[in-house]
T-cell receptor, first 115, second 113 residues
């Protein structure tokens, strides 16, 4: 596609339910990032995929959070047993090169609300 | 500790006026500094990326400056338009191995008519 695509754009769920958020990066981009943005806060790094290398999971806040990237393209962020503090906008970004040098292209985000 | 501080937190200006947003950082080692514009409900969009050797970079009415010695950057917006209303985020990249992109909390700019 022309840009980074995320789905769903909005998700409302009940506390304790599992949710899956999807990111389809720009074709050919080897780097993929997940960030979380809470109201009034800066972007919080969650996880980073680069090619076939082991992902950098250092930003995941708890073991309820996990992410996969299949075939070096689409990524899914899974939050198990959601809590109210998980409510935020989850942003995905992709880059042609390593994020330290390459420009990041962001999706529109998935807004998660946990009731 | 690697940090990026932005000021002011929010700003209101009249259409047609200029404004300057500030970014101070303590990130080391430094790789590059980026400014992003994030419209409400949208993802951030890159405005500029500057490396250590670059002092200034322009993108239309947006001009970013970088002083690597004092670890300060500014984003100057000329002849503001209503569409400039957004959050402006400063991001500093480190040369550390891995994914060290440190985000500021942003400056929320409101341009009124």
């Amino acid at each position: 596609g022309a840009g980074v695509s995320q789905s769903p754009s909005n998700k409302v769920t009940e506390k304790g339910k599992d949710v899956e958020l999807r990111c389809d990066p720009i074709s050919g981009h080897t780097a993929l990032y997940w960030y979380r943005q809470s109201l009034g806060q800066g972007l919080e790094f969650l996880i980073y995929f680069q090619g076939n290398s082991a992902p950098d999971k250092s930003g995941l806040p708890s073991d309820r959070f996990s992410a996969e990237r299949t075939g070096g393209s689409v990524s899914t962020l899974t939050i198990q047993r959601t809590q109210q503090e998980d409510s935020a906008v989850y942003l995905c970004a992709s880059s042609y090169a390593s994020g330290r040098a390459g420009e990041l292209f962001f999706g529109e985000g998935s807004r998660l609300t946990v009731l | 500790k690697n940090q990026v501080e932005q000021s002011p937190q929010s700003l209101i200006i009249l259409e047609g006026k200029n404004c300057t947003l500030q970014c101070n950082y303590t990130v080391s080692p430094f790789s590059n500094l980026r400014w992003y514009k994030q419209d409400t409900g949208r993802g951030p969009v890159s405005l500029t990326i500057m490396t250590f050797s670059e002092n200034t970079k322009s993108n239309g009415r947006y001009t970013a400056t970088l002083d690597a010695d004092t670890k300060q950057s500014s984003l100057h917006i000329t002849a503001s338009q209503l569409s400039d209303s957004a959050s402006y985020i400063c991001v500093v990249s480190s040369n550390q191995a891995g994914t060290a992109l440190i985000f500021g909390k942003g400056t929320t700019l409101s341009v009124s008519s």
